[in-house]
């Protein structure tokens, strides 16, 4: 008989209450992957569009589904041809969907060491923001002495974008809600508020922008390409037909262990910061996804799997 575990799933698409934590067997794994007892796992837009009925590329919905795609966790077992990690080891790691559960089973290649310097909840919310992220920030080519604009830099994405281009020697200008504003200065970049105008108070600020990276939608593309003489270098990963229209850059997050890796050593090392908003239990799974669906909000909403950390 199988063990069983606890996870959040759905049977069907709808809103958040749609969603609810039962028993379910614990997954098995097979010879290059492992299992993880889950501590945290990060609570995306992304999970609550697939509640809601969109099926990400290469998935295969089947109910009873349980959703999450990002955690932190202790390794359980290894299957036989894992190399290099063994029960008891702290990891992070990503899957496309069977993360709110206290069990799960990931490739090796999925999965990076967690150092000790980092938290579980930071861990546990890294993957998904954070390698959107890096993907933008590569194919947008950013460097020392760029003007950036970033539309929703307070965001799980944005956040993550804005640390990365200050650090590498870049100024951002950051659009978010004045709620954010002090946090967006915290992260080294000039906060301006969104919405109409927006376009005046960035060229009073600076006249000449070299990159725009839209974490945000809501038009606004069309902010960028008034700014941003080389729509090459302007880059959504919201707003796909917008940016047909206009010639500017789409953005899919390109997963590996390496650019997890990447994100994790900067944050081993002090370089990068993960801003966890708000916690919740398993059990209060619709309120977290009540909380993303918001649109509003600084960093991430994460999930304590294992409580009492
Ligand atoms: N293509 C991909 O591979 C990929 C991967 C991950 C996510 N995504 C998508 O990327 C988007 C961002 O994800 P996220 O996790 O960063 O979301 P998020 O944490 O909800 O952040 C969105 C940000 O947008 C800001 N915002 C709201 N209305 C705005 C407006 N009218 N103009 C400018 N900014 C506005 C909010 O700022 P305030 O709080 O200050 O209002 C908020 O901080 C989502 O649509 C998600 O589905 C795409």
């Not at 994405?157 to 002090?182: C, D, K, P």
Request: one cysteine or more; proline letters at 5%.
């Amino acid at each position: 008989m199988s063990k069983m575990m606890r996870a959040a799933a759905i049977d069907e698409f709808g809103p958040a209450d749609v969603l609810r934590v039962r028993e379910l067997p614990r997954p098995t794994i097979s010879a290059d992957e492992v299992l993880v007892q889950v501590m945290n796992a990060g609570v995306q837009v992304t999970d609550a569009a697939i509640r809601a009925g969109w099926a990400p590329p290469g998935a295969t919905i089947e109910f009873p589904q349980i959703l999450g795609n990002e955690f932190s966790g202790i390794i359980d077992q290894v299957g036989d041809e894992v190399r290099g990690f063994s029960p008891g080891d702290p990891v992070a790691g990503f899957n496309l969907l069977g993360c709110y559960a206290e069990y799960v089973a990931v490739p090796q290649a999925q999965i990076v060491a967690k150092p000790q310097a980092v938290s579980w909840q930071a861990a546990g919310a890294l993957s998904a923001s954070g390698q959107t992220a890096h993907t933008a920030f590569e194919d947008l080519a950013v460097g020392a002495g760029d003007v950036v604009l970033v539309h929703g830099a307070a965001g799980g994405v944005g956040t993550i974008f804005t640390q990365l281009a200050v650090r590498t020697g870049a100024s951002v200008i950051g659009t978010a809600s004045e709620a954010n504003h002090g946090y967006l200065e915290s992260l080294g970049a000039t906060a301006v508020t969104y919405g109409p105008g927006q376009t005046d108070r960035i060229r009073d600020i600076s006249p000449r922008v070299d990159v725009a990276f839209d974490a945000a939608g809501h038009e606004n593309l069309r902010t960028a390409v008034e700014l941003v003489a080389d729509r090459g270098r302007i880059a959504t990963i919201v707003d796909m037909p917008l940016a047909q229209e206009l010639g500017c850059r789409i953005v899919r997050s390109r997963r590996s262990g390496r650019r997890l890796a990447d994100l994790m050593g900067l944050l081993a090392r002090g370089d990068l910061h993960v801003h966890v908003r708000d916690r919740y239990l398993l059990d209060q799974v619709a309120d977290a996804h009540r909380d993303v669906e918001s649109g509003h909000g600084r960093g991430k909403v994460v999930l304590d799997v294992r409580p009492a950390q």
